[in-house]
């Protein structure tokens, strides 16, 4: 599944700082549907792939004409092979990136392509049943999660369940035959079209015509047993992973896979999520080196910084590039309730909800590998945080990459904090209040 939002305007890897970025060329380009492409990626390098899992997804950095380099992540389509990518891509009418590649990119064109990452993967080992569902393009890490799951032989039962409009939008519908003949009846295939054409024909191209609900989930999986795996736009994911937590899917059972603000996908009551605020970053331009802030009028950087770490305002904390607390100013005591002698030394987990720290720790370590942050020039990065006491509280924040050298390899990150959890609790009951206006 693809991030929806472009980071357009970064500057490339260089040096150090690259990390274990690649460039990859595009070998080959297949269409899936009418709307969706497959690429196969090849590092140029000839060198094996790192080890990923399937469902995981790729940052690239294609430098797109009259733009620049812009960052984009794309899920993996195919089981890892140790030799090349596939990501499956559909072409948005907004999409910077997809848009380039349906109609511009060819087969030789290059970029750089940061290390596989995502904790969207398969349990290992698999020993409940598992439940695929995804609408559109959302199949992309399911259809790879299959072909390991042929390659390999798991053995618990799947159903894949999949919903597009019609057979025109239907991705990799051949392909999915030929894996339920592999498993030979261990894979469980429904396929809904929202809006059948005339030429579509349920048995043969799609099996049931309509939309899947929460009731025919709940008759037709094992809710009280399955592991699940949800991706799909912003409206499906509402849909269905408050539904399935409601249904008695537990957090240890219940994956979702989406880039964006996950109280989007809650509503009240949904159990889960409740008091957060995003657990994705948020794409931004990164910090052009060049802009240098010079201080004036007899005072010093040095004066000016130091005013704003010794000021309780916000919250200052600087981690080393494995996430160790290096710095921690009076603010970040106020917010969180550690004091500096406590939190010194010590992991970012102790300010950091412990559902949302894979996620963190995904995007930690691909800002360190690629010396590149998709966020810290003036958009803001919405995420929950931990206090001492175990409250769960909302927070923005920006963050600068510390680098040595100034534009070397990225030795730690300071983070500018702020508590926004009555702002937030607010929009909560305004949202409530107007939905309970309009159902009125």
């Known amino acids: 599944m693809a991030d929806m939002r472009d980071d357009a305007g970064t500057s490339p890897p260089s040096g150090e700082a690259k990390g274990g970025v690649r460039r990859f060329a595009i070998a080959s380009r297949h269409p899936e549907s009418d709307i969706i492409t497959s690429f196969v990626l090849r590092p140029e390098d000839g060198k094996p792939l790192a080890p990923h899992k399937p469902g995981q997804h790729l ?6 004409p009259g733009i620049g ?36 990119a060819k087969v030789g064109t290059s970029f750089d392509v940061a290390p596989a990452s995502g904790a969207f ?46 057979g025109s939008t239907h991705a990799f519908r051949a392909h999915l035959g030929e894996l339920a003949a592999a498993v030979k009846g261990k894979l469980e295939i429904t396929i809904f079209y929202s809006r059948p054409r005339a030429e579509d024909v349920v048995g043969r191209d799609y099996g049931i015509a309509g939309r899947v609900d929460m009731d025919w989930l709940v008759a037709n999986t094992p809710v009280g047993q399955a592991d699940y795996f949800v991706c799909g736009p912003l409206g499906f994911l509402r849909s269905f992973v408050p539904g399935l937590a409601k249904a008695g899917v537990g957090e240890e059972r219940l994956h979702f896979e989406f880039f964006g603000p996950v109280e989007d996908l809650f509503d009240e009551g949904a159990g889960m999520a409740q008091d957060t605020a995003s657990t994705a970053p948020a794409a931004s331009r990164a910090v052009d080196g060049s802009h240098i802030a010079r201080a004036g009028a007899g005072f010093s950087r040095e004066q000016i910084g130091d005013g704003i770490l010794d000021s309780a305002a916000e919250a200052v904390i600087a981690s080393d590039r494995d996430g160790q607390i290096v710095l921690w100013n009076s603010g970040a005591e106020r ?23 894979a996620r963190h720790w995904e995007g930690y370590t691909e800002t360190v590998a690629s010396g590149r942050s998709r966020y810290g020039a003036g958009d803001l990065l919405a995420v929950p945080g931990l206090t001492k006491d175990g409250r769960r509280i909302s927070l923005e924040f920006t963050i600068a990459l510390l680098k040595e050298g100034g534009d070397g390899a990225v030795e730690g990150m300071v983070a500018v904090i702020r508590d926004v959890t009555k702002r937030f609790e607010e929009l909560k009951a305004l949202k409530k209040q107007l939905a309970a206006q309009q159902g009125a």
Request: hydrophobic share 45%.
């Open 335 to 357: 917010v969180f309730g550690f004091t500096e002698a406590e939190a010194l030394g010590q992991s970012l987990d102790i300010i950091i909800p412990e559902p949302f720290r």
């Open 69 to 104: 380099v812009v960052k984009h992540n794309y899920t993996i389509s195919a089981a890892p092979n140790g030799e090349t990518y596939r990501i499956s891509v559909k072409r948005e009418r907004d999409g910077l990136v997809s848009r380039w590649l349906h109609d511009e």
């Open 59 to 64: 940052t690239m950095f294609p430098d797109i």
């Open 121 to 166: 993967v398969l349990p290992e080992p698999a020993t409940r049943p598992i439940v695929m569902l995804s609408g559109g393009v959302g199949l992309t890490p399911m259809i790879a999660m299959l072909e390991a799951i042929v390659a390999r032989g798991i053995d618990v039962p799947v159903n894949f369940v999949h919903c597009t409009q019609d």
